[in-house]
């Protein structure tokens, strides 16, 4: 064997191709399928409930972090899988009903304990029987199909190259579950192998599931679809009145309304935006299954992917609708918001304009007075040193000395003006280069 350095991902990355296996089954047999939301259980109650029920028969739980668990019960087989937001399980019962009884009597879940039913964690979306019947069985004509399915929504088609048939109504009936008829037709004298009716079953209960995981978009949609639509007419009405206010005051206001809408959009795509990204996923997971059925049309019956078109389809667009809706109304937001903006910020510069050349006006006659006091300093300056000349000199005059007093104060006050006047210039430019 190569010796190298495997990638500690490899095994689980390989492995995860396999995760979900199909079932074997044999015609005629009966199943029972449940998805369950997980709700504020989440993963672990639902792991930990189906651990109670093996621990209560004795059969080994699946392992920690599972994704997928087969195991025979013994009254019943049992197929769970664990998928992003539900879990699913399959109770499947080996053999046709006992002599005398309808199709759909003696359901596979009747043989699970239903106190652990009960007890399980999250909510039931989905409920559907399933029966697969065998070739020796006679193939139902309409008014043995109307005994178990209504007449009005059913449809049926031939389904993986004609080698059976499958019918369905979409109903819930009074025991609350929905019905899936299948008959092994045989083709070609070969019935179908344990895989293929595996496969079979599994892409009929998907298609179900899914469809119900794709409709809860659609209350989503419904409940959000008015205040899109009014945030819509408010904001064309916003819109239409940006060329006809006036007034910085006006504009805020109107800002501030833009951004409350903004924010209520926001508000409503987090809400919303999950739940119309799964229901598009799981929508087209619908499309891909009923592919896969290949279908062959029954006269007289419309077709699984027909009914899908014309039932499921406009509740899809509905919830696409409202997605665009919201994003072009963010979109539109966001440009008004813009250009609202962009008329605040031209306000506001120039208010800011107007502003600074207010100040600029200020500082000029500032500076004019400022030149005047200097004058007065200078007068006020001089005043006070002559004054000290003169007291100077009169000191003298009384010391002896021949000075006059008048005289030495009348000879200061040219020079002290000047040194006076030049300091006080100087100082001045000093200032101005600082």
């Not at 972090?65 to 879990?87: D, I, N, P």
């Not at 598009?280 to 419309?302: D, F, K, P, S």
């Not at 992917?305 to 997605?323: H, K, N, Q, W, Y």
């Not at 963010?330 to 903006?341: D, F, G, I, N």
């Amino acid at each position: 064997m190569p010796q190298f350095t495997e990638d500690r991902r490899r095994a689980a990355l390989n492995n995860e191709v396999h995760a979900r296996p199909f079932a074997s089954v044999t015609a005629p047999m009966r199943a029972s399928h449940l998805a369950v939301l997980w709700g504020e259980a989440g993963a672990a109650a639902d792991l930990a409930h189906l651990e109670a029920l093996c621990r209560r028969h004795g059969v080994p739980p699946p392992l920690p972090g599972a994704t997928h668990f087969a195991a025979g019960f013994g009254a019943f087989a049992l197929k769970w899988e664990r998928h992003t937001e539900f879990s699913t399980y399959i109770f499947m019962l080996q053999g046709a009903v006992t002599a005398g009884g309808g199709a759909f009597d003696e359901a596979a879940i009747t043989r699970v304990p239903q106190d652990w039913m009960a007890a399980m964690p999250g909510s039931v979306l989905v409920a559907t029987h399933l029966v697969l019947q065998s070739p020796e069985s006679p193939m139902p004509d309409a008014d043995a199909l109307a005994r178990v399915l209504v007449a009005d929504t059913t449809a049926g088609s031939g389904i993986s190259g004609g080698v059976a048939h499958a019918w369905t109504d979409f109903q819930l009936h009074a025991d609350g579950f929905g019905r899936i008829l299948v008959r092994d037709c045989a083709a070609d004298g070969r019935r179908m192998g344990p895989r293929q009716a595996g496969r079979m079953m599994q892409r009929l209960l998907e298609i179900e599931t899914y469809r119900m995981m794709a409709l809860l978009a659609l209350p989503v949609a419904r409940e959000h679809a008015p205040r899109i639509d009014a945030i819509g007419e408010e904001l064309a009405r916003l819109t239409q009145g940006l060329s006809t206010i006036a007034g910085l005051d006006d504009e805020r206001r109107l800002l501030d309304r833009l951004v409350s809408l903004a924010a209520e959009a926001e508000r409503i795509a987090a809400a919303t935006t999950y739940r119309f990204g799964a229901g598009r996923a799981y929508h087209q997971l619908v499309l891909r299954r009923i592919e896969e059925l290949r279908e062959q049309r029954i006269e007289g019956l419309q077709t699984i992917g027909e009914f899908m078109d014309r039932r499921l389809a406009p509740a899809m667009r509905t919830c696409v609708s409202v997605g665009e809706r919201l994003e072009t109304i963010s979109v539109r937001l966001a440009r008004a918001t813009a250009l609202l903006r962009a008329r605040v910020d031209v306000a506001l510069e120039a208010q800011n304009r107007d502003l600074l050349a207010s100040m600029d006006r200020r500082a000029r006659l500032q500076l004019r007075l400022q030149q005047t006091v200097e004058g007065l300093s200078v007068a006020a300056i001089c005043y006070y040193v002559v004054g000290l000349v003169a007291y100077a000199a009169k000191g003298l005059r009384t010391a002896g000395l021949p000075v006059e007093p008048d005289l030495a104060a009348a000879l200061a006050v040219a020079p002290v003006a000047a040194v006076v006047w030049l300091g006080l210039r100087r100082l001045r430019r000093r200032m101005a280069r600082d």
